[in-house]
């Protein structure tokens, strides 16, 4: 049975206590966080029965993701980490509570109130995320970070799996409100438990930061960054992929049509990338133990976009969710090993802006792939935009490993063998 043990996920963060807590926390919450990541896409369809909206709405929740995904980032190098996390999670209680109550509008609520509400949502989104991931290792230290982010993703999917089901459900039923308010109460749960988190001061942080200081703390980063190619890198292929292959955009319409028949498809279908990266999470222990990092990267981003590709094809709901499935392995197979990379590679005086960049780049980069897969279908068709973006993922992938050798042979002890 060793061969299992190594198979199944490393579970040996959770003995140090205050990385329970924090793990804890995201798990009381991710059922109604990405339950709301549903309400608000299929609200603004049934608002507007647009998927170029559905688009615009991304892009609404994207612009406070550029501007305090950085400017957190510095924050959280200048400050008590748990702190912000206390504030910042606060902030996101109080506007999902508002997202329930918008939701009881006349008429099923306000496409501009709902702007209002996704904006403020994605700011508070935008400096917790990389907040609570600079944390990480200063909790479980360097060797379990690779462990402490595959439990981390795995909870986080395997909620993402439950919550468009019951969503879909409830949203079906006539209960989009329902969702929003479990949102609410996961995230007031989850308070106790960051309050019970020591203080997380950085190394060099401490002397306070005003708006101009944050300004200039973000320039360092990006400077830093640039000093940085395989650091660099692991953000230009995420965007690549998720501008080019994020799905997210066309599931309402195609609930709507081609899977309308089908029972409870829009929940199926906001689920499958999920159900995917929860089976590669729980088998994760192989990649937890990768070496040769930067070419597994390159290999199951390609793997992402064939299977988007295939599932701009298929009329089958059944192979739909296949290919979403598969799409989300590759996804948390990347996702894992990228997350490692930029934790290890960047000292903790550096770790929030490198964090806050990563932030704005894997939830900024769906939200323009959600603006370019809405807007192309609207013009086009669902199976060009994503047969044609899965393509191009495919192709630019191997560019990358034959332009940038460098990425492609880096190790997880940073080396970068010779041929």
Known sequence: ?????????????????????????????????????????????????????????????????????????????????????????????????????????????????????????????????????????????????????????????????????????????????????????????????????????????????????????????????????VLLMTFVVDIIAMVFGWPRAVLPELADTTFAGSSNALGWLFAATSIGAVLAGVLSGPVARVQRQGAVILAAIAVWGIAVAFFGVTTSLLWAVFFLALSGAADMVSAVLRTSILQSGAPDAMRGRMQGVFIVVVAGGPRLGDLRAGAMAAAVSIPATMVGGGLFIVLTMLLVAIAVPTFRRYRSDGRAPER
């Open 1 to 229: 049975m060793n061969w299992l043990r190594r198979l199944a996920v490393d579970t040996t963060p959770l003995q140090v206590p205050a990385f329970k807590r924090l793990f804890l926390g995201t798990v009381v919450t991710v059922i109604g966080t990405q339950m709301t990541l549903v309400a608000v896409p299929v609200q603004a369809y049934l608002l507007t029965g647009s998927s170029l909206i559905v688009g615009l709405t991304s892009i609404v929740a994207l612009v406070p993701l550029v501007i305090f995904g950085l400017l957190g980032g510095a924050i959280a190098d200048a400050m008590d980490r748990r702190l912000l996390l206390l504030i910042t999670s606060t902030g996101a209680a109080l506007t999902a509570i508002g997202l329930f109550l918008q939701s009881l509008l006349p008429g099923g609520g306000s496409l501009a109130v709902l702007w209002v509400l996704v904006f403020f949502q994605s700011a508070c989104f935008a400096v917790n995320a990389p907040t609570r991931s600079a944390t990480i290792p200063a909790l479980v230290g360097l060797a379990r970070v690779p462990a402490a982010n595959a439990l981390n993703m795995t909870v986080t999917q395997a909620g993402i799996i439950g919550a468009p089901l019951i969503a879909g459900l409830l949203i079906g039923a006539g209960d989009l409100q329902l969702t929003y308010a479990v949102d609410a109460v996961g995230l007031l749960i989850a308070l106790p438990l960051l309050r019970g988190l020591p203080p997380l001061m950085p190394d060099g942080g401490g002397g306070g930061i005003n708006f101009l200081g944050a300004v200039r703390s973000v320039g360092e980063g990006f400077a830093f960054l640039r000093t940085q190619p």
